[in-house]
């Protein structure tokens, strides 16, 4: 490859943004940053690097997708969020469109035509890449009807698998039914180009709730189940069927359940799993955060307690009325917090303990990773939402409200069924 040295030392210190761009300049060119080892360079040279994400709200048909957004961020460079890219769709003649689930820089999309017939598309919004997705050709006329009301294919979820930095295949999930000890998948992969169908053991005492969302990491789905002090996991690329679900109890289940604050959530950072809760003892108030470490149901084995610090000095300026929203996804050192007196999203560096307060009435800032900050109706959606947090009543299941939407470390295309 004739390409003079300097070339490559200015592309590799370029945003990825940049970098797409200059793909199409030659031959030469795109050869050299299709390479493994110019990929290999820059994401060396980026692995600390922030990268753009968004927080995105998990309630269907409601506000906006995005409710906040991190852009400019030095390993991309984007000019605006990554949210923004989503607005293919909407320039499309139909009559609904719901997002389904973000997972590695790809995002599902339900739409209806004006004919109410579903569809499905996975896409890469950065480089306006979309593939329909067949619908299952084993559906009835009466399943597609339960398909477009939401009624029977509840909860609709994508897995990837990734190679060095890089999705090399997803697989759509659809649960279509449970029923006592099973639970069924409908999936569809990029790999063969066809759906087929999975029945899974779950165990008895447990009932699965489809119609809640849930959280994909590393080809693992991770949802709530019908007892509030655990969810369930399945793995889709390395799983057994013979093995079935796991049941994953949360690292405060037992004597410290009184003691929490907020309804149990959880959230990923750093590529794993993290929960994270406020617990009130002797008139202290304390955040604790743990890790999932290994997917077994006791809590002592399964969690990793990453921090444990006081929220005093954040409450004696903002108060108490606040909840949780996620973690940075990229550094398990900050934590994002929605404060409701001051309308404000909340940035707390668990190691420094320095927090900083970000309004949606003001302009764009930056925030403690480097990259800009931006809302859309987040104010809005904190507010319809903001009860649930609180466990008045125990027995109600806990929800997944907050996912977020992160840019891989390098470009990838969409992968794409061969051709048959």
């Known amino acids: 490859m004739n390409i003079p040295e300097v070339v490559f030392v200015i592309l590799v210190r370029l945003p990825l943004k940049s970098i797409a761009r200059f793909r199409s300049v030659c031959k030469e060119w795109k050869d050299l940053i299709d390479s493994d080892f110019f990929r290999d360079h820059f994401m060396s040279r980026h692995s600390s690097s922030s990268i753009s994400w968004s927080i995105i709200q998990m309630q269907p048909h409601k506000l906006t997708l995005e409710i906040v957004g991190h852009h400019g961020c030095k390993t991309w460079g984007l000019a605006r969020s990554p949210g923004s890219f989503m607005s293919f769709f909407v320039e ?4 609904k469109i719901q997002v389904l689930a973000c997972t590695d820089g790809l995002v599902l ?6 004919d109410d017939t579903p569809m499905y598309y996975v896409g890469n919004p950065l480089f306006q890449e979309w593939f329909r997705v067949p619908l299952p050709p084993f559906l009835s006329l009466e399943d597609l009807e339960r398909l477009r009301l939401q009624e029977h294919f509840s909860d609709t979820r994508l897995v990837t698998k990734m190679r060095s930095g890089i999705v090399v295949s997803y697989k759509v999930v ?5 029923y006592r000890t099973q639970v069924g998948f409908v999936i569809y992969s990029s790999d063969t180009g066809k759906w087929e169908h999975q029945n899974v053991t779950c165990p008895l005492h447990h009932r699965w709730l489809g119609h809640r969302k849930s959280i994909a990491l590393n080809g693992i789905l991770h949802w709530f189940s019908s007892l509030i002090s655990s969810f369930m996991v399945y793995d889709f690329y390395g799983g057994n069927v013979d093995d079935g679900c796991r049941i994953i109890s949360f690292p405060d289940s037992g004597k410290e359940d009184l003691l929490r604050r907020f309804r149990r959530t959880f959230t990923t950072s750093e590529g794993s799993i993290v929960y994270y809760n406020e617990y009130r003892e002797n008139e202290n108030r304390t955040l604790r955060v743990w890790r999932l470490v290994k997917y077994t149901d006791g809590p002592e084995e399964a969690w990793q307690l990453l921090w444990e610090v006081s929220l005093d000095s954040m409450i004696e300026l903002l108060g108490i009325n606040y909840f949780p929203v996620v973690m940075h996804p990229l550094n398990s050192e900050i934590i994002y917090l929605w404060c409701m007196d001051k309308e404000g999203m909340v940035l707390f560096n668990l190691r420094t303990l320095a927090f ?5 009435n003001e302009d764009d800032s930056k925030c403690m990773d480097g990259c800009v900050l931006s809302f859309n109706r987040c104010r809005e959606y904190m507010e319809n939402i903001s009860d649930y947090f609180f466990p008045w009543f125990n027995c109600v299941p806990n929800n997944l409200l907050f996912s977020q939407y992160v840019l891989p470390r390098w470009l990838h295309r969409l992968p794409r069924p061969l051709p048959t």
Not at 174 to 178: A, K, P, R, S, Y
Request: proline fraction near 0%; charged fraction near 20%; avoid cysteine.
């Open 92 to 95: 499309r003649a139909i009559n």
């Open 109 to 114: 999309v339900y739409l209806e035509a004006a």
């Open 174 to 178: 659809l649960v279509i039914n449970h």
């Open 356 to 360: 900083s307060l970000h309004k949606e």
